[in-house]
């Protein structure tokens, strides 16, 4: 309790009269304070009802639990083990408020739902004439006599870092041209405009020129003749790209910004993402920007809006419950972003605008009528033949301002194209200027000057929403350009790449938080010198490369090979490094005396414990060595709440004690490792053990090779053949059983459910929790998409199947191992070009209450074929399921019967659920991959897909560099309540469901501590959270900003919070740690041990604005926000 302070004294009159005011101010003020804490002890004593009665319900669980003794496994003879659950009582205190969001939440009723739309229209694809998607727009030449029409005209050049090329050879062959051409041709004349999107390239160029460029550069900007657009790192990807990697390059992109050019974003330019989602929009509205464009829309939404003059629009996301998440959202209405799809309707026209397709040059009007040069003869014509398609344009929108981007990929490489286009524009913008009877206003400008002047129109603020502009919710997937040419193929191509980056993802923000709070403990104890302030440039290129590979030609599968190569090679390079930061942390926090720690480049104190030979292979577990001397082992666990799991190492021996650094024994299960489906290795063992993971500390664990040591319990393998003409080979001291034959049904299970497989094909059948009598059906099948026999086929972008999927008929049985043992039981099931293993952990929380699933896929001998697994079961779904949006938010999604196959598969990029009444199952996954609900009860998941062809989207490839790829799962059946039975558009996963997926994106990182002539110094574990964080808060990262002089780490970090949305309709057990929400409120001082909070600033996402002044260190957030803290510890 805090102590009660005296009270203040007063002050003038007499002695005695003083003292008489003194006792009763003393009176009253003691009154106040005592009937404040009177209602904060009501209060107390009403959470610690509802603390103490999870409190009993989680002791008793817990005394059921807990058989044998410390250490010690003891067999229950009924295919189960006992496992010490230790004197940890755990509870889960859900405040009934925290339920309110998801209950109540209906979202508001916007104007336009995506969801309804598709459902209104007939996707019917009329030949519309001119505009072939749209109609024939007509118009009444008086229309603008009183309100003349303004016209911008927009010059940008769209730069993609890789695709047809790598980054490098686009920066040199191209880019650099670009923007040098760029220095000198916007200043010979102040009316002249340009807008630049991609800072990776920026940030290249920018480093390559002198002190007087620069500052031309800043001139132009501050002036607003050269406006920066988005400012990301790249122009992301919408559909796979992760929201921890699009915050990331975002901040990447403007930190760079703000601390080279001095200007900062307002407007968002997304013309080539494949698709658009709604977390992207939420993530500008969070940076401060007002407005934003969008390009890539199935053409019969953009008709439907054209038609309905809903192009531009309030953009709100479905949960919002108060307009505060709107941006104000422009939609491009025609087929491209260049320049015969930009100028109005007809590309015939608008095509001999494009003055860098004048005869002579290397590229043409594919309508055979080329540009003319602007002459005095000629003008008049051109002009007003010009002016025709910009009134038509300007009709499909309310306001009488129209936009025409003038521009296409990487154009103004050259001087030439600079005169070509600005001067013919220049002529022909004098003429209507000069013409008041055509009643326009035509001139250059950049993308936010168009904004502003829709905002001026209105006489609203910039951001604020104009009187009758429709409010939309909803996402933009899945596109299709033309025809059934659906861009869902990308989903899921080059899954070994998405898998990479997802690894990545989670070693940078260990690194990040890791480096943070280490070098913050170096600089109090004054050990900041001896700290390897180098690994920060190594975080700032882990986060340049991470953001690199969000572009839209990259995590997207979408570049040629030798990019591809390029990407993975940056990829591996940031892995491999990311790990030396992580370990440099590790080893200064664990050191006992912070005087012991010597950092060495050349030797390590730690090593991780798997790695991989390069870029395109799967990772392997290093082995750790046991001789005479204990070895240690730490442990990361990357996220923020306790973490009860099982740690598995492959070790020389089986005879093995893990401890606790206080010496106490664990848990331990010993089990083979197989080279082959029947083959055993000899001399190397897989070494599992449990333990209680304290929030992002370090654990440290010894393990001692121990002849006379019996609480490590060996793995039981039983091998079914099924009549296959193999040999096992069986090694000490493993018990493995053969069964020649046999086709029976089989089971592996935990305190929580039983899990059963089909004996004929080793795949699961059934699951069967423990609180439900009857079996419920999740059947997994694999199965085989072929492509069309004619005309266009699938490729690296478009998803083109020959009909429904086909059966997955192997020409040989399966072989399937099964290994049980007391920490977990797995299946192992083999395939001629898959393997799938189905863990099932036997612990108490979140890690037994679902099943973890791994599939190794191999499909390079396969022409035109993707590989599915589907997930059949008697969930009575119907047609909706739910997909989640860049591992952010729920989309509900709905199979139309009126569309082809592959319109209705769309991006998963960590989940996707079908449910009823009673079950929700949730398929999570650690990478990115296309999925759909086909049938009443089923999820679909595209694994992998080799395609022999390109799809005509100017790639030029096929996609036939499968690699062997690892896509890991999880699968978790939930209980519904009858709280929670009404299906709405806004739907959010459990408690339980959001840390299962964080389990399963951010694995435990184990650190063997190599070993060394001279003795190990004293280690221990390291706690770095003094009090829990609420298990509704996500931290996102905390991320050390770059000092003001150079790129050295600067004292301040930026702390970057989400908290989570949640459904409580779904009956979750104990989550086995302590799990408490607290109404968005969590308190930054005192949270971490052994730092104090100096400083606390709430900021925009991306750190360019502070927002209100903030006095005091308690953070309050709402459900689904993203907030972001400058924040400086001492």
Known sequence: MRPLRPAPRGGGGSAGNRDTRRMKLKKQSQISVLQNRIEQLEQLLEENHQIISHIKDSVLELTENAGGFPGLLTYQGNGSWAIPAGNHPTFLTVLPQDCQFALGNKGHKTDLQMLDVYSLLKFDNLDGGAWKQGFEITYNEHEWDNDPLQVYVVPHSHNDPGWIKTFDKYYQDQTQHILNNMLLKLQEDPKRRFIWAEISFFSKWWDNIDSQKKAAVRRLAASGQLEFVTGGWVMTDEANAHYFAMIDQLIEGHQWMEKNIGVIPKSGWAIDPFGHSSTMSYLLKRANLTSMLIQRVHYSIKKHFSATKSLEFMWRQTWDIDSSTDIFCHLMPFYSYDVPHTCGPDPKICCQFDFRRLPGGRISCPWKIPPKPITSINVAERANLLLDQYRKKSKLYKSKVVLIPVGDDFRYDN????????????????????????????????????????????????????????????????????????????????????????????????????????????????????????????????????????????????????????????????????????????????????????????????????????????????????????????????????????????????????????????????????????????????????????????????????????????????????????????????????????????????????????????????????????????????????????????????????????????????????????????????????????????????????????????????????????????????DTFYTDLNGFQIQARKYFQKLPLQANFYPMSTMAYIQDDRFRLTLHTAQSLGVSSIRNGQLEVILDRRLMQDDNRGLGQGLKDNKVTCNRFRILLEKRSASNKDSQPVSFPSLLSHITSMHLNHEVLAMPIIPRPQNVPPVRSWHPLATPIPCDFHMLNMRTLQSEVVSAPGLEMALILHRKGFDCGLAAKNLGFNCTTTQGKLSLEGLFQGLDIRSVQPMSLSLLYPTEPFNSSLVSMRPMEISTFRIRLV
């Open 415 to 878: 001087a030439l194209e600079w005169d070509q286009q600005f001067q013919n524009y220049a002529k022909l913008f004098d003429y209507m200027n000069s013409h008041p009877e055509l009643h326009v206003q035509v001139q250059f400008g950049t993308l936010s000057e168009y904004f502003d002047a829709v905002y001026k129109k209105y006489g609203v603020s910039p951001g604020s929403r104009p009187p009758t502009y429709p409010v939309l919710s909803g996402d933009f997937f899945t596109y299709a350009d033309r025809e059934d040419h659906y861009w869902s193929g990308y989903f899921t191509s080059r899954p070994f790449y998405k898998n990479l980056d997802r690894a990545l993802e989670s070693h940078l923000r260990a690194a990040e938080i890791l480096y943070s709070l280490a070098l913050n403990h170096a600089r109090r104890s004054g050990a900041d010198s001896k700290y390897p302030i180098s690994d920060y440039s190594t975080l700032t290129e882990a986060r340049r490369n991470i953001g690199l590979f969000q572009h839209h030609d990259a995590i997207t599968g979408t570049s040629k090979e030798v990019v591809v190569i390029d990407y993975g090679i940056r990829l591996f390079h940031s892995l491999m490094n990311l790990k030396r930061v992580i370990i440099n942390a590790a080893h200064f926090l664990i050191l006992w005396d912070k005087n012991d720690y010597r950092y060495d480049q050349s030797s390590l104190f730690l090593h991780m414990d798997d790695k991989r030979q390069n870029h395109d292979t799967l990772p392997e577990k290093v082995v750790i060595k046991l001789e005479s001397l204990p070895r240690y082992v730490v442990v990361l666990n990357p996220i923020e709440q306790e973490r009860p799991c099982v740690i598995s190492v492959l070790a020389t021996s089986p005879q093995v004690r893990v401890t606790l650094i206080d010496g106490s024994t664990l848990p331990t299960q010993v089990s083979a490792v197989w080279k082959s489906p029947t083959d055993m290795v000899t001399d190397i063992y897989q070494i599992s053990f449990v333990s209680r993971l304290s929030a992002l500390g370090l654990a440290v664990f010894q393990l001692t090779e121990s002849f006379n040591y019996r609480a490590s319990v060996k793995s039981n393998v039983v091998i079914y053949l099924r009549n296959r003409d193999v040999t096992v080979s069986k090694k000490e001291p493993f018990s493995v059983k053969i069964l020649e034959s046999s086709t029976d049904d089989f089971f592996i299970e935990n305190q929580h459910m039983q899990v059963w497989f089909n004996g004929v094909t080793g795949l699961m059948e059934t699951i069967k929790r423990k609180d439900d009598q009857q079996k419920q059906k999740v059947r997994v099948e694999f199965m085989w998409y072929g492509t069309r026999p004619f005309k266009d086929k699938s490729g690296a972008y478009l998803f083109l199947p020959d009909g429904e999927a086909k059966a997955y008929i192997s020409k040989q049985a399966a072989i399937t191992r099964v290994t049980k043992g007391p920490l977990f039981s797995e299946v192992v099931t083999f395939y001629q070009h898959f393997h799938q293993i189905v863990r099932l952990y036997n612990l108490p929380g979140v890690e037994g209450l679902s099943l973890d699933v791994s599939i190794v896929v191999d499909i390079h001998d396969q022409i035109n074929r993707e590989l599915a697994m589907r997930l059949s079961t008697s969930i009575e779904s119907g």
